[in-house]
């Protein structure tokens, strides 16, 4: 678009110069030739003047920029031939024809302006040694030589300088639009970041939505549908046995009361409150003990490693974990006897729950159902969760050994 307007100022420049060049040597070849007054070389030169006036607006309406090169080639040609006829009429168009540099820069590609410029210097010796009669004698030969060099040398340095500056301009035009290009594809780059940017944002978003929504799904399993079983498992006892039916009554009273304690925690993402004022291994005590006083089977809780208070995520995991192991325990296990190990080691704390039950086949895990089924997968995506495993070792009649693996990442940093 520059570019354009550049060319079109420069034609319009070029062509008023010589417009007006034409004129003043036309009025005096005029005056000259009517000192002489020969009508037929005065109806000659207007004839060419005609001509070139002709091909001054050629020049004007064509598209004569210097990279569409054949109409600025023929054109230039043209213009050579009607210098040298100018000159012929009148040498005094030695003022118009120097205008031939002009458009030698103008109109020639690369290094064809050198040679055009020397044309131009061979019509310009021609128009200072006063026509073109003077290349029939010895001595005016000699002048046109000296007067052709003087010209041409003049010219050709000009010319050489001003396609250096040429080439200059051109490469800076060139690195203007590789910039301009090099800005819109960083501009194409930022808005492509931007809309990356939003969609990593609404992906952020929607994991954040997901994982709060499987970890809400586990507390739902380990709060209240366990609760509620527990319930519901001590209100058919009071039923079954009218005499313990005071003892079964007041556990189903307690489990109540608990589990809603541990709902409303659940809702403020807090943890288990067994964890709140005691360790995992007290409050994993306290949580083994309730169970095997509720369901009348012998668990022990053993110990090994030295006992650090851990991050309380990954507290909060271990106890879930315990709890519905031995939910299941009761639930599936008919098991006489449950055995509980949490080891700290250097790097890992793990927790082992074994039973001496029915087991099953953990190949062939149960679908989840409005009934159950979710337990043990619940379990593992909470251990994910805290970059723990868990691994499940059972067969039917054999029992049942599950052992969950977390790393241990102790409260305050320090391992
Ligand atoms: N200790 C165990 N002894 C025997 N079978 C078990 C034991 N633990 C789990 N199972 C079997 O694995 C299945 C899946 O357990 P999971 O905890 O995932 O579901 P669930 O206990 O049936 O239901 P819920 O979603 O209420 O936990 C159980 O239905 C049961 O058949
Ligand atoms: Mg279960």
Redesign the pocket.
């Known amino acids: 678009m520059e570019e354009s307007i550049r060319a079109e100022w420069t034609t319009r420049k070029l062509t008023g110069v010589a417009f007006a060049l034409l004129l003043a040597a036309t009025l005096m070849a005029w005056l000259a030739q009517n000192s002489g007054l020969n009508q037929e070389s005065v109806r000659n030169t207007m004839i060419v003047v005609a001509i070139t006036s002709l091909w001054i607006l050629a020049f004007r309406l064509l598209p004569t920029r210097y990279y569409q090169r054949w109409p600025s080639e023929v054109l230039f040609a043209l213009l050579i031939l009607l210098s040298v006829a100018l000159v012929w009429c009148s040498p005094l168009y030695g003022f118009f024809v120097w205008t031939g540099y002009l458009f030698t820069v103008y109109a020639l590609p690369g290094r064809w302006r050198v040679v055009g410029a020397g044309l131009v210097a061979v019509v310009t010796a021609g128009s200072q040694s006063g026509g073109w009669a003077i290349l029939q004698t010895g001595g005016g030969q000699l002048l046109f030589a000296v007067l052709f060099l003087v010209n041409a040398g003049i010219s050709t340095t000009m010319t050489w300088l001003e396609i250096g500056k040429m080439r200059t301009t051109e490469k800076r035009i060139e690195m203007i639009d590789e910039l301009a290009q090099a800005n819109q594809k960083l501009e194409a780059a930022l808005k492509e970041n931007a809309g990356l940017h939003a969609q990593l944002l609404v992906q952020a978003h929607e994991a954040g939505v997901l994982d709060e929504r499987q970890r809400m799904a586990g507390e739902i399993?380990d709060v209240l549908?366990q609760g509620l079983t527990g319930i519901v498992t001590q209100l058919e006892a009071a039923e079954a046995h009218p005499r313990e039916h005071e003892r079964h009554l007041s556990a189903a009273k307690r489990l109540a009361r608990e589990s809603l304690a541990e709902a409303r925690r659940s809702v403020q993402a807090l943890r288990p409150q067994q964890l709140d004022s005691a360790g995992l291994p007290a409050a994993l005590d306290e949580v083994v003990e309730t169970w095997a006083g509720l369901h009348g089977v012998r668990a022990d809780l053993i110990l090994t490693g030295t006992a650090r208070r851990l991050l309380p995520e990954i507290e909060a995991t271990l106890l879930r974990t315990a709890q519905?192991a031995l939910a299941?325990?009761a639930?599936?296990?008919n098991a006489g006897r449950v055995g509980l190990t949490l080891s700290y080691m250097e790097d890992m704390v793990t927790l082992d729950v074994r039973?001496d039950?029915?087991?099953?086949e953990p190949d062939r895990?149960?679908e989840v159902t409005a009934t159950?089924?979710?337990?043990?997968?619940a379990m593992r995506e909470r251990l994910a969760r805290i970059a723990g495993t868990l691994a499940v070792e059972?067969e039917p009649g054999g029992g049942?050994a599950l052992s969950a693996c977390v790393p241990a990442i102790v409260l305050g940093g320090a391992a």
């Open positions: 399993h549908a519905e299941n325990v639930r599936h296990a039973d039950g029915d087991g099953f895990p149960r159950g089924g979710f337990g043990l997968s059972s049942t």
